[in-house]
């Protein structure tokens, strides 16, 4: 039986939930992208990005392009299993929750 | 999202991953320009070396391929500069580049084949196996973006390449102009509408 509570920490949280939803759909993306896809403000994206990192959900790799600083991230296979495990802990949440509503 | 509050609910779970995977879903990166560039190269020489084949009889007609090194170069730096502003790669266009890859290599690969083993009798089969494979990356293209007009264009270019059999050197050139009309430059008129419409919104 699945409790709100197992739900992975570090996905549980909407901006990190809202990066890795959109690294699962496409092969990489910059941090522009993420930006402009989350809503979020820079500072905050960057502090959950490193989070991601830190928990091995995603690799970040840091270049220049046209004497820009360029932040290219894309999800690790660790981040794929744990995302996977999160939905399949969120159904089976949903799946408790519903017959006592 | 920074309107973030630890307490929410795994229906507001669900709805983040949901919008999310839509957003990256929409990302439609084809604006249809080498597929008009390309067409309209290939639709050039083809009626040229047909021209110059039937009512002038030259000789070094094939030498008006030679304009598709220019084609090949402009790609190129275009790929480039598309590339340094890319934000975001998709699988699908990952995949759909791959394709058109393997199709360059098999181009190369099968006329060098056919020049090398038939010489000068390969000439008939140039026309049937060149459209045969410009049906490939086409149809596939036009099967992963789930656009018709290109998986018509594949369809187009296969039956082409059948008709190409029974015509005679100087028609068949003129096929690949009429292949590129259907697979490339309609379908790429169609596909840059499209993309201009998804970025109007």
Redesign the interface.
């Given at each position: 039986m699945t409790d709100?509570k197992d739900?992975d920490p570090v996905l549980?949280?909407?901006?990190r939930?809202?990066v890795i939803?959109?690294l699962?759909?496409?092969?990489?993306?910059?941090f522009?992208?993420l930006k402009?896809?989350?809503?979020?403000?820079a500072g905050?994206l960057s502090v959950q990005l490193q989070k991601l990192k830190e928990a091995g959900y995603i690799e970040i790799e840091k270049s220049f392009?046209?004497n820009y600083p360029l932040t290219n991230c894309r999800i690790t296979k660790q981040g794929i299993k744990a995302f996977e495990l999160y939905?399949n802990n969120?159904q089976s949440?949903?799946t408790i929750?519903k017959p006592s509503r | 999202m920074d309107t973030y509050s630890e307490k929410w609910s795994g229906e507001e779970s669900l709805a983040i991953i949901q919008s999310m995977i839509k957003r990256a879903r929409n990302e439609f990166g084809e604006n249809g320009h080498l597929y008009l560039i390309w067409g309209y190269v290939v639709l050039i020489c083809s009626v040229v070396q047909f021209v110059l084949l039937r009512f002038f009889r030259y000789e070094n007609h094939s030498l008006v391929w030679m304009f598709t090194w220019v084609a090949l170069i402009y790609q190129i730096i275009y790929l480039t500069k598309k590339a340094r502003k890319r934000k975001v790669k998709t699988y699908t266009a990952d995949t759909i580049q791959q394709i058109w890859m393997v199709f360059a290599v098999l181009m190369i690969m099968i006329c060098f084949i056919l020049g090398f083993q038939l010489k000068g009798e390969s000439v008939r089969l140039y026309a049937p196996v060149i459209l045969c494979l410009y049906g490939m990356p086409t149809f596939l293209t036009g099967r992963i973006l789930q656009f018709k007009p290109l998986i018509l264009g594949g369809i187009i270019c296969w039956l082409l390449s059948v008709l190409s059999l029974f015509l005679s050197n100087d028609f068949q050139i003129l096929m690949y102009g009429v292949a590129v009309i259907a697979a490339w430059i309609i379908p790429g008129y169609m596909l840059k509408k499209k993309f201009n419409s998804i970025a109007d919104d």
């Open positions: 709100f739900l549980h949280s909407q901006l939930l809202a939803s959109l699962i759909s496409v092969k990489d993306a910059d522009t992208y402009e896809k989350t809503d979020a403000t905050n392009r046209d939905v969120l949440y949903l929750k | -």
